[in-house]
């Protein structure tokens, strides 16, 4: 099976002029058998999808998101088929919690373009040292990203084998040009999140490839895009001080949420065990 597994729309990504229905067309034309969509900080093109009332036929579209962390870049994020978390539409979470929070909810994660731009790649933005024990936590990397040169894809693919991780492979297209040029290959047939998941943690096999894209922003601006690169640390610095309380207020619901449950399970498995002493 093969899917692009990093994928922005204009309807979740506000850098994006790719609409999801094009998105789709132009993989269906290449051969792709499904795509997942990795908006930034965003689920609104899955929601749109959800929605639409005739949805193209022997495609999968699965939900996942790229995650803008305040200490190690960009994240690739599936969480379980129904699972909602609103407070990963909120930017900002340091790396160690969002892999915490994920794991604990039955997701996978992975870093996206590790070896990439500084504030953007976990490779660039955290000590080696440091990065080293974060690595052992995640699920996968993301191998190949055609918005990336040979040289950032290759460090990539021996960081994962490195810390003995599958390879993700994706074309982080932003526009219609830049759709299917990279790739994942399963080895079985998958059509939820849940089934990605469990194929990625039973260790079973995955191969990634593609070819570089050449006409990437980073590409056209040359130097004036350290700039940029700058900009958007202050900007992710920024929103992260921003939306803290938000986020504070979400993990507080969750965290009562689960203690209800908990309480719940304990009551009910206590009424159990007095019935059965009656």
Partial sequence: MKLDMHCHTKEGSPDCKLELLQNIELLKK????????????????????????????????????????????HMLIIMPTGVKLPILELRGLPVLLLIEIVHHYGGIIGAAHPCGEKFLSIRNTLRDKIAGNIYRKFDFIEGYNACEDADSNMRAMRLAKEYGLPCFGGSD????????????ILQDNISTETELINYILAGKATMVGGCHYEHTTKAKLGKVNKVLVYSFWFYNKASALLRRKARNIELMENHIIESIRANKRSKSKYIALSHEDQ
Avoid: C, Q, W
């Fill in 30 to 73: 290449k051969g792709f058998h499904g795509m997942l969509i990795t908006d930034h900080d965003s689920y609104k093109a899955y929601r749109y999808y959800k929605k639409l009332s005739n949805k193209p036929e022997d495609f999968v579209v699965l939900k996942g998101i790229e995650y803008d962390t305040i200490d190690a870049g």
């Fill in 173 to 184: 297209s932003h526009r219609p040009d830049g759709v299917g040029f990279g790739y994942t």
